[in-house]
């Protein structure tokens, strides 16, 4: 308000000064008289004239005595003498007409005066233009929303209950902080929602404000970092200055990765650049404010592990909440939400959606539904239908059908003999996911077949024989081509590459061989949230020796299982022959029909009849 007042009485005390010079010069115009040049000539004869000023094209001067209007100064247009002359013997009267040149002087000054300030303004109001413009630099990039602003509720969160009543605290303490309070608890500083991507988690920062009906400033930890130096602080002061004039409000910055990642302890690390200035300014206003002002501190992040250990600890974001994965109800409270928004036909079945899509998040969910709708769009259907939704989970798994990729009669043939190894070792051991479809339809990138399983039910632990049974599974195909062609191709280098990973699992991190025994000799290059590190070549803590063990015990489970399976495949050759036949000639064949077919004898190591048990995910390409 102070700076505003000083502002409003400059402007009053430039345009008093701006009159009064005006007034001056009005004055002083209506104190000199313009003379024709004759007249000039006659007041000069009659000693009327006190002193002259002469110039090129002007006379200039003053009056011995004020004229009968009160003038006391004159101006005459100069005219030369012998041509005055001679107008006055002709008898002519003449006159000299001053010629204003007041308005081309006023031009002069005026017009590249005005133009220079034109491209000033035009310049700066270009680079202060925006967030990002010059003039604004070291200003927050938030985007703020008014409590009017934000639609979003707790209602349109589904599959992260916890999450959620984790949150709602929140909500109550910006409701009413001196209730919450009266006890003498105060709300956390900071709440760090951690999870995978597409899970929800600025989803659920928006709930928060939508439901305390707060002022929200949404950011990414990006936007505070800049190619000058200082700047990523600035504008950190300037966000928490914004909101604490606006409070009770709430902050939510988006990868916090981006602004917090730990910085380094030596010299080759980067110490002192900008990043960590801005980090600094960060943990400065953490420790700075006091939450029951009102303002609360939301950060979502994927990847906690690289997060700075100053920012997580208690009395900065004293909080994390996890947003994982949905499970099977937390799948089918999310499908509800969306497939609220398409006209589905009767036969669509969000639990039967739920149960085959295991791992997806809620963006995939979101995903699927729209993929489904657009297939059905496509089609010039009513209403999407039960096969839409499966067409569009195969879509999103599998990649998109490539029928143009046209394969010799042999290599279909390979492929065919290749799905239904995969398919029918599944069918036979006990434990595998119950196999949803088998294709030779090329997919995606380069998957010239792929088959499908769906678990029954979400899993979170395997044994030893499970794992085994799955790496039987994934050698299912390499079996059936040996077995049938007595041969190998190319075809199953995935199925490989996933084969020898398990089994180093198994020996390295589980402690699954009896050899060497219940130890963990590597660490699991794999982050917090279960996304592959980039960290180069693996440390381990282990001799040589150790390292040829390991080895050894790896192609040995590899080499076990793969003789399993042939043997598998080896009794089971009439069924295998069988489904692989109609497999040509149908391209797909899907649970039901895989069932009829491969129906008959009971399995040789079971004695009982081939079944599906319950099991993680699994899908197989060729």
């Known amino acids: 308000m102070k700076k505003n007042t000083q502002f409003h009485i400059g402007y009053w005390i430039a345009a008093a000064i701006g009159l009064m010079l005006f007034q001056y010069v009005a004055a002083m115009s209506q104190q000199v008289a313009e003379l024709p040049y004759s007249e000039f000539e006659t007041y000069l004869k009659d000693g009327k004239i006190a002193e002259v000023a002469v110039s090129d094209n002007y006379l200039q001067g003053t009056f011995k005595q004020p004229l009968s209007t009160g003038q006391t100064r004159f101006v005459t247009t100069r005219v030369d003498p012998g041509f005055a002359k001679q107008l006055q013997d002709s008898g002519v009267k003449f006159t000299g007409r001053i010629e204003s040149n007041l308005l081309g002087n006023l031009l002069s000054w005026v017009v590249p005066i005005a133009l220079f300030f034109g491209l000033w303004y035009f310049l700066m109001k270009r680079m202060g233009a925006g967030a990002g413009g010059l003039m604004q630099i070291g200003k927050s990039r938030a985007k703020v929303y008014v409590e009017t602003d934000i639609k979003v509720t707790f209602d349109d969160v589904a599959g992260v209950d916890e999450a959620v009543d984790e949150l709602r605290e929140i909500v109550e303490f910006l409701r009413n902080p001196v209730e919450y309070g009266r006890l003498g ?33 949404s950011i990414s930890g990006s936007e505070f970092v800049e190619m000058f130096v200082g700047v990523g602080a600035a504008r950190v002061r300037d966000l928490f200055e914004q909101a604490r004039a606006k409070a009770p409000a709430i902050i939510f910055v988006d990868e916090l990765d981006a602004l917090g990642r730990a910085r380094g302890a030596g ?11 801005t980090l600094n300014q960060l943990l400065v206003e953490l420790d700075g404010f006091d939450s029951s002002t009102g303002v609360v501190l939301l950060a979502a992040t994927n990847r906690p592990e690289i997060l700075d250990p100053a920012l997580l600890r208690a009395g900065r974001f004293d909080r994390q909440v996890l947003v994982d994965r949905p499970d099977k109800l937390g799948r089918i409270k999310i499908l509800g939400i969306y497939m609220k928004k398409a006209k589905l036909a009767a036969d669509v079945d969000a639990e039967q959606v739920a149960a085959l899509t295991p791992g997806f998040t809620g963006a995939d969910l979101a995903n699927l539904v729209n993929e489904a709708a657009l297939l059905a769009t496509r089609r010039s259907g009513d209403a999407v239908t039960m096969d839409d939704f499966n067409n569009a989970i195969e879509r999103i798994v599998a990649g998109l059908e490539k029928r143009n990729r046209l394969l010799n009669p042999k290599e279909r043939e390979i492929v065919a003999y290749h799905e239904m190894g995969h398919a029918l070792v599944a069918m036979a051991l006990p434990g595998s996911d119950v196999v949803h479809k088998v294709s030779i339809i090329p997919r995606g990138v380069g998957a010239l077949g792929y088959t499908i399983q769906r678990p029954t039910e979400d899993r979170f632990l395997m044994t030893s024989e499970e794992l085994e049974n799955k790496m039987a599974v994934l050698l299912g195909g390499r079996a059936a081509e040996k077995v049938v062609f007595d041969h190998l191709s190319t075809g199953a280098a995935d199925d490989l590459a996933r084969v020898t990973d398990i089994a180093r699992a198994m020996v390295t991190r589980y402690g699954m061989s009896e050899r060497l025994g219940h130890v963990a000799l590597e660490k699991d290059q794999r982050s917090y949230l279960g996304t592959t590190l980039m960290t180069g070549t693996n440390e381990r803590d282990y001799g040589e020796a150790t390292a040829n063990e390991i080895d050894d015990e790896v192609r040995k489970i590899v080499e076990t299982a793969f003789q399993r399976t042939v043997s598998l495949l080896t009794e089971r050759r009439e069924i295998l022959e069988r489904t692989a036949r109609r497999l040509l000639e149908r391209e797909t064949l899907d649970e039901s029909e895989l069932n009829s077919i491969a129906a008959g004898p009971a399995s040789p190591s079971t004695g009982k009849p081939t079944s599906a048990y319950d099991a993680p995910p699994a899908r197989h390409r060729r």
């Open 267 to 277: 010299p080759m690390m980067g110490g002192h650049d900008e990043k960590e200035q």
């Open 185 to 217: 608890g105060k709300m956390p500083k900071g709440v760090l929602l951690v999870g995978p991507p597409g899970t929800g988690k600025t989803l659920i920062a928006r709930a928060v404000a939508g439901e305390a009906k707060v002022p929200f400033f």
